[in-house]
Structure formats: C-alpha cells, structure tokens
T-cell receptor, first 111, second 112 residues
Framework: GNSVTQMEGPVTLSEEAFLTINCTYT??????LFWYVQYPGEGLQLLLK?????DKGSNKGFEATYRKETTSFHLEKGSVQVSDSAVYFC??????????FGTGTRLTIIP | SQTIHQWPATLVQPVGSPLSLECTVE??????LYWYRQAAGRGLQLLFY??????ISSEVPQNLSASRPQDRQFILSSKKLLLSDSGFYLC???????????FGPGTRLTVL
C-alpha cells in the first residue's frame, strides 16, 4: 500500500543552522507530495507542495524537491529561526481527495 | 475568505460518557470534510471523510461515528468513550484540489 516514512524526531538545532528533514514514500503510481506544518496548539497548515517529478516546492525559506528516482521529498532550509519550531508532516495524495501523512517530526530551534 | 471552526477547544470526559465534537466551515460551498485523530507521539490518522450531506466514509473501525447534517457542518460522535479515544481531533476541508486541505484549530480530548 501507499505509505510515508519520515525522519524520526525530535530534532533540535541552533538558530541559523541548516535543516534537513527526510521523507520517503512508497506508492504505486505518481502521487503529489506535500509538507504541512503544525505550530504549537494549532491545526496543520500547508507549507509547500510538488505535483510531479523534479518539481520544487518552496515557501518561507523552506524547499523540497520531488525525486522520483529516490522516492523522496526531503524538506530543507538554509538558516532556521526560533519561529520555525513546530511539527512537520510529509504527506502524499493520489488525487483521490485523501492525504496519507507521515508520523511527523518535531523540530525545536534554540537561540 | 474561508474559515473553519472547531469546538470545544479542550474537553475532559469520563470513560463511558458520550461525545459530540463539532466542525463548521464558512465561506465555501460543498466542501469535502475530514476528521483526523492525532494521538500523542503519533501521526495523523484519517477517521472519516465526507463528500456531501449525509455521505460519510469511515476509514477505521472504532466506536466513533460522524454525521454531516448540513453542507458545512461535520460532527464527530461517540455513545461511550474509551480511554483510547484520547487525542487531538482535527477537522479539515478541501474543495477536491490535490492535497489542499485546510485544518481547523483542533479539539484536545482527554478521557479519564
């Protein structure tokens, strides 16, 4: 079946450090891929998405590239801020109007 | 603009008591609606989704049920809560666009 595997957390980084959160997927076919972010005590917000191979999604300094050959969609940011502390979810969609989420990665940025 | 509301924000209920969580969406028509549960230390689990009034699909067997009495209202219910029902419940809506789901602020349920 379809599944998403995310990097185990929690992840703790210093401010201005480089961030990578790994996400790989198993799927038959070519899903669309997403990163959602959940700030403390809130619901999820769409951070970025990519709908086909080699697409790069970007938003708020975060980037992720849809890599079909490695079935990956790793989230990166060059210089993190304290305000980036949140839980990040990788997700995939096959156009059936349902999302399959990873388990989430908790990120904490210390000043 | 569209907004999604959930209430209550927090709830503490004894085992065996009933449950009713409500979700409403404003500013759009005929949305797809979703209920998710986020258990402590775990990811999001899709519980129910609905593509229209009275149309409910259940994703996992459980003692919860969902109803959609109006176009923009989605209710999650239980007749008798279990300890394992504790978690953070999220409602979401979409217009069927790929992956574009919009989430409410969530309800934290603690069953004692």
């Amino acid at each position: 079946g379809n599944s998403v595997t995310q990097m185990e957390g929690p992840v703790t980084l210093s401010e201005e450090a480089f961030l990578t959160i790994n996400c790989t997927y198993t799927a038959t076919g070519y899903p669309s891929l997403f990163w959602y972010v959940q700030y403390p005590g809130e619901g999820l917000q769409l951070l970025l998405k990519a709908t086909k191979a080699d697409d790069k999604g970007s938003n708020k300094g975060f980037e992720a590239t849809y890599r079909k050959e490695t079935t990956s969609f790793h989230l990166e940011k060059g210089s993190v801020q304290v305000s980036d502390s949140a839980v990040y979810f990788c997700a995939l969609d096959f156009g059936n109007e349902k999302l399959t989420f990873g388990t989430g990665t908790r990120l904490t940025i210390i000043p | 603009s569209q907004t999604i509301h959930q209430w209550p924000a927090t709830l503490v209920q004894p085992v065996g008591s009933p449950l009713s969580l409500e979700c409403t969406v404003e500013g759009t028509s005929n949305p797809n609606l979703y209920w998710y549960r986020q258990a402590a230390g775990r990811g999001l689990q899709l519980l129910f989704y609905s593509v229209g009034i009275g149309q409910i699909s259940s994703e996992v067997p459980q003692n919860l049920s969902a109803s959609r009495p109006q176009d923009r209202q989605f209710i999650l219910s239980s007749k008798k809560l279990l300890l394992s029902d504790s978690g953070f419940y999220l409602c979401a809506w979409s217009l069927g666009q790929v992956g574009e789901q919009f989430f409410g602020p969530g309800t934290r349920l603690t069953v004692l």
